[in-house]
Nanobody, 123 residues
C-alpha cells in the first residue's frame, strides 16, 4: 500500500522559515518525479515545486528563490525548505508521487497524494 505522509507544517510569522518532509512507503520512489502542491481556502490546488530522480528541479513563479525542493532517495523522503514565508503562503501543503520519470505540472500526472500539512503565516 502506497503511503505519503507530510510533516513539518505549523504556524510562523512573516519572514520565517519551515521545512516540510514527505515520507514515502510502498512505492517505486527512486525513479519517478515527485512534487509539492498547495491549496489555500477558496483557491484551486497549485503546483509549487517538482523534482526528478536525478535531482532536476522546477519551481512555480510565486515560490522561486524562496523555496527549495530536495529528495533523499535512500531514505525515501522528499523535502521542501520554505524561507521568507508570507501570509499568502498560508495553505494546506501536499506532496505527490508521479506516474513516471517525467515531470509535469499537470496534477493528473501524480498517482499518489499525501493527506497534507497545514502552513499558516501571520503578518
Amino acid at each position: 500500500q502506497v503511503q505519503l505522509v507530510e510533516s513539518g507544517g505549523g504556524s510562523v510569522q512573516a519572514g520565517g522559515s519551515l521545512r516540510l518532509s514527505c515520507a514515502v512507503s510502498g512505492y517505486t520512489y527512486s525513479g519517478n518525479c515527485m512534487g509539492w502542491f498547495r491549496q489555500a481556502p477558496g483557491n484551486e490546488r497549485e503546483g509549487l515545486a517538482l523534482i526528478g530522480s536525478s535531482g532536476w528541479t522546477a519551481y512555480a513563479t510565486p515560490v522561486k528563490g524562496r523555496f527549495t525542493i530536495s529528495r533523499d532517495n535512500d531514505k525515501h523522503i522528499m523535502y521542501l525548505q520554505m524561507n521568507s514565508l508570507q501570509p499568502e503562503d498560508t495553505a494546506m501543503y501536499y506532496c505527490a508521487a508521479g506516474r513516471s520519470r517525467s515531470c509535469y505540472w499537470t496534477q493528473s500526472s501524480y498517482a499518489e497524494w499525501g493527506q497534507g500539512t497545514q502552513v499558516t503565516v501571520s503578518s
